[in-house]
């Protein structure tokens, strides 16, 4: 049906370029008709005073108890090692029966809605505990692990699996000639998606666990900003460590002592469960009279309500703040990408452009939109900022390698000419690869910016979420979830697109 609809109606059709140029074309366009109805106020006019408390943080960095601040580093490690492990098993599971629709859907569905969701479901479920912080990003990273498998695994050479069919069993014909072929991108990608869990480990503090993030809201809400660089430098040290504290050597003793001493059954409650799931989260007007309830209409009347008052504006307002972002984050990508190759940039200048882009992708988009937000005021500005920010800096550092590698001409031009006709052309296939895949990222990322007030779909999920009415919050994560899923099969169709078009033209 995606196809049909592209097809019919898409610009890809219509203007006589090469497919890269109509997906970059539609999308500036769908950006700019979506930029009139973009709430770009900016309501604080004299953020100077507060800067300077900013700045003066950050040269004086400092925290009052030690002993809560590793108590929070370790907490915020242990849920992204054993939250990553975990979906690592069930992921590769998944993976291997990707092909079956049930599973596909099933784990498009979980990975469609976000991680803080999860949290949020879950502690009402089962108390604010440090189990709900590791399964709500256990069950999201789950199916994105079986989907990046499954891709994988389909790239791998199909010829040493036909050599050895027949002549081993099916389990040996699989391991050695496929699941070998992949297991170093496998590796790679693991410890790429354990970088994502430092940063939603830290973005479950928000909702009351007790991470780097937790102290973190509280440090900038309390203008205490020593503190709130300090658990910034934290965080980054980290994640730019990791390759350090967890890599072949080093992992298993990570996930021992994460699984050791994790407190698996501190803060669980069971006792309201069973109320939550068969009484609290069905429907206010089905509770209890279920068929009354749709025959007088009370049920067509409180969905329509909803609709017309957070479920349609809060769908426009998420739509709207992903497309203006992801045409930001493509531009940052252009402009930015040369500062951390060595083709354009001696030793130190080179130094520099990777030191900044490392703060900008290892820093969650809701920090930096809440930073950004006592500069600018509440708008969507800081969150187009940071999602901009974050999102431009993770694919400069996927393509970092690859610009790296390119083989140049002994006479290769000045460096502007070289990135306009040399460098960018050749790394294009692979920038709109990721760029289309963080389109799907930051609209599943726009939905936790409603937490600062940005009124996307999340910042009704929250609400609903503060009045204890997990009827109305369940009904807007579907709605949420179903718009991500959306948003993946289109990104998914033009990804297939461009692969056509890139096969055919070589």
């Not at 354990?194 to 993030?213: M, Q």
């Not at 072949?248 to 021992?256: A, D, E, F, H, I």
């Not at 497309?323 to 402009?335: A, D, P, R, Y």
């Amino acid at each position: 049906m995606i196809s049909r609809v592209l097809n019919r109606f898409s610009l890809l059709r219509r203007v006589p370029f090469s497919a890269t140029n109509n997906v970059i074309l539609m999308m500036l366009v769908v950006g700019c008709i979506c930029l009139p109805f973009a709430d770009l106020v900016v309501s604080v006019t004299y953020p100077w005073a507060e800067l300077s408390r900013i700045f003066t943080g950050a040269i004086t960095p400092s925290y009052p108890d030690i002993s809560e601040l590793f108590s929070a580093v370790m907490l915020t490690v242990q849920f992204a090692v054993l939250g990553v492990m975990l979906s690592l098993v069930v992921g590769f599971v998944c993976a291997l029966f990707y092909r079956w629709p049930v599973v596909r859907w099933a784990c498009a569905f979980i990975r469609a809605i976000h991680e803080l969701f999860w949290g949020l479901l879950l502690i009402a479920m089962i108390g604010v505990s440090p189990l709900a912080g590791l399964l709500a990003i256990a069950i999201p990273y789950s199916g994105v692990f079986a989907k990046v498998f499954y891709e994988m695994l389909l790239q791998a050479d199909p010829e040493p699996r036909q050599v050895l069919r027949g002549k081993v069993g099916k389990v040996s014909n699989f391991l050695f000639s496929q699941l070998m072929q992949v297991v170093s991108q496998m590796s790679h990608y693991v410890s790429y998606r354990l970088e994502c869990a430092l940063r939603s480990s830290a973005v479950l503090g928000f909702v009351g666990l007790p991470t780097i993030g937790f102290h973190l809201e509280s440090a900038i809400k309390e203008g205490h900003y020593s503190e709130a660089w300090m658990l910034l430098y934290v965080l980054l040290l980290l994640i730019a460590g990791k390759r350090w504290w967890f890599n072949g050597k080093t992992w298993w003793v990570m996930v021992l002592s994460a699984v050791i001493f994790f407190p698996f059954g501190q803060g669980v409650s069971l006792q309201y469960a069973g109320a939550f799931i068969a009484d609290e989260i069905v429907p206010a007007p089905m509770r209890g009279q279920v068929w009354a309830s749709i025959a007088d209409g009370k049920l067509l009347s409180w969905f329509l309500h909803l609709w017309s008052e957070e479920v349609y504006p809060g769908i426009v307002d998420t739509i709207v703040l992903t497309m203006v972002s992801v045409v930001l984050t493509g531009l940052f990508v252009v402009f930015f990408l040369p500062l951390q190759s060595f083709l354009f940039l001696g030793r130190y200048g080179r130094g520099g452009g990777i030191a900044v882009l490392l703060v900008v992708r290892s820093l969650p988009e809701v920090v930096i939109a809440f930073v950004l937000m006592l500069l600018i005021g509440p708008s969507m500005i800081p969150a187009i900022i940071a999602l901009a920010l974050h999102n431009g800096g993770v694919i400069c550092y996927l393509l970092r390698g690859q610009v790296d590698s390119l083989d140049l001409r002994p006479d290769c031009p000045a460096p502007l000419l070289l990135y306009s006709y040399e460098v960018l052309p050749r790394v294009s296939a692979q920038l709109m690869s990721f760029w289309l895949y963080r389109w799907e990222v930051i609209m599943r990322e726009t939905a936790i910016l409603g937490l600062l007030g940005v009124s996307t779909l999340g910042f009704y999920i929250d609400s609903a979420f503060e009045d204890i009415r997990y009827d109305r919050a369940l009904l807007l994560i579907l709605f949420a979830a179903a718009l991500n899923m959306v948003m993946e099969a289109i990104s998914g169709q033009l990804q297939r697109r461009l692969r056509l078009s890139s096969l055919h033209n070589n």
